[in-house]
């Protein structure tokens, strides 16, 4: 999953970028929660996790 989505591309090595991706999805998430989407908002959360994840608890090992 994390090779489908592209997660350890080049442009996600500077940690600035991986912190914001995390943010953005986060907020995007909430925005959903708020204005009542909230299957929008668990597949945000959801992928919001496997950033984390990818990002941050097993990242790239070549990075």
């Not at 914001?20 to 909230?38: D, K, N, Q, R, S």
């Amino acid at each position: 999953m994390i090779d489908f989505l592209g997660l350890h591309h080049p442009f996600f090595r500077p940690l600035a970028r991986r912190i914001a991706t995390v943010a953005v999805i986060a907020i995007y998430g909430l925005f959903e929660l708020v204005f009542g989407g909230p299957a929008w908002a668990v597949f945000a959360a959801c992928l919001g996790l496997i950033c984390i994840y990818a990002f941050f608890i097993k990242p790239d090992p070549q990075a």
